[in-house]
């Protein structure tokens, strides 16, 4: 049952995904009091939209019904927003390659008044972290989400950081092993390999190189290769699952120091599909990080899981939605 907001104020924020939409209503002191899920199936472009108008205007009868406006809106959306141009760019979603997003959601909102922010997930994640998750009191943090892809929300200085563009926070695209290949053009080189679906690809690659083997991974058709069995796999120590998962931590473990190097952050937490299972190669990480960390920093920085977990981006959207609201900042993002 819904909890009673009689005479009082909410936000609603909305967690746009590859495959659903989340959504709830928040108190303006943080409580989640009510959520609603709809699943894409295979929607696309403004179809996308519309759902989530739906969404938003069940929320809003809800929170009326309980004596309670709706006075902000909050989305986050899995890929990257443009707040310059207000457009999207969402690979899990088909349309969204430079798609008008908030004037599509500005048009399908009733209230017109209603201020309405927009921000890609890993910022979402990290917002939602520090507002009611793992990073509460921090000033400095990081959100390392590593799921289809891998991205990086980052809190410096009490100031999120979202770059020129709103591409900030892309390491995927880090660097770590020479020489290029053109393989890494769509994804770059850290995602490629240490993804949910790199870890596919790094167990197809080891599969190659090990013709001999025949164990749980080689049943496996290629197209239907994915993370989950290769961490099933792991469980029963077979030995190409291994090798993938032990050149996944080299990876995972680099990118922490090089973000500890770079931002002295006092926590950096791990989230997004693969962990899950990955959260217990945490310690593992933790030892391949400090051999490359900054040693100050390095001491001075938790790396922890995710406290929210899969609701991380609607904390985000939420926490969006009251801080516009807040500071009077009406469809300025």
């Known amino acids: 049952m819904p909890i009673s907001m009689k005479n009082q104020g909410a936000v609603i924020g909305l967690d746009i995904g590859g495959t659903k939409i989340s959504a709830g209503i928040f108190k303006q002191n943080g409580e989640l009091v009510s959520r609603k899920i709809k699943h894409l199936n295979n929607l696309k472009g403004s179809q996308v939209v519309n759902l989530a108008g739906e969404l938003v205007a069940d929320l809003s009868e809800e929170a009326d019904r309980q004596g309670c406006k709706v006075k902000a809106l909050g989305v986050c959306v ?115 390999y240490a993804s949910g679906n790199g870890l ?18 080689a049943s496996i058709p290629a197209t239907h290769l994915s993370s989950q ?5 792991l469980e029963q120590n077979d030995k190409v699952a291994k090798i993938v998962i032990e050149k996944a931590i080299e990876y995972w473990g680099m990118t922490i120091a090089n973000l500890i190097s770079i931002f002295n952050p006092q926590k950096v937490i791990l989230g997004g599909g693969v962990f899950g299972p990955g959260v217990r190669l945490i310690e593992k990480i933790w030892d391949q990080a400090q051999k490359w960390a900054q040693p100050i920093s390095f001491k ?4 922890v899981e995710s406290a929210l977990k899969g609701d991380a981006g609607l904390y985000g959207a939420g926490y969006q939605a009251i801080r516009a609201l807040s500071n009077n900042q009406h469809g300025s993002n």
């Open 229 to 233: 069995d290769v961490f099933r796999a």
């Open 78 to 192: 899995p890929g990257i927003y443009h707040p310059q141009k207000k457009t999207v760019w969402a690979p899990n979603i088909d349309g969204w390659e430079d798609f008008p997003l908030y004037t599509q959601i500005t048009n399908i909102v009733k209230d017109v008044s209603l201020p309405i922010v927009i921000d890609s997930d890993r910022s979402c994640y990290i917002l939602g972290e520090c507002w009611q998750g793992v990073a509460k009191g921090c000033t400095d943090a990081i959100f390392m989400s590593i799921g289809t892809g891998i991205g990086a929300g980052i809190i410096s200085g009490g100031h999120l950081l979202n770059g020129h563009s709103g591409v900030a926070g892309a390491v995927g695209w880090l660097a770590l092993e020479p020489p290029y290949d053109t393989k890494y053009d769509p994804y770059g080189n850290f995602e490629y």
């Open 200 to 217: 596919a690809r790094s167990a197809l690659e080891a599969l190659n190189e090990h013709k001999e083997y025949d164990g749980i991974l």
């Open 300 to 303: 001075e920085v938790e790396l």
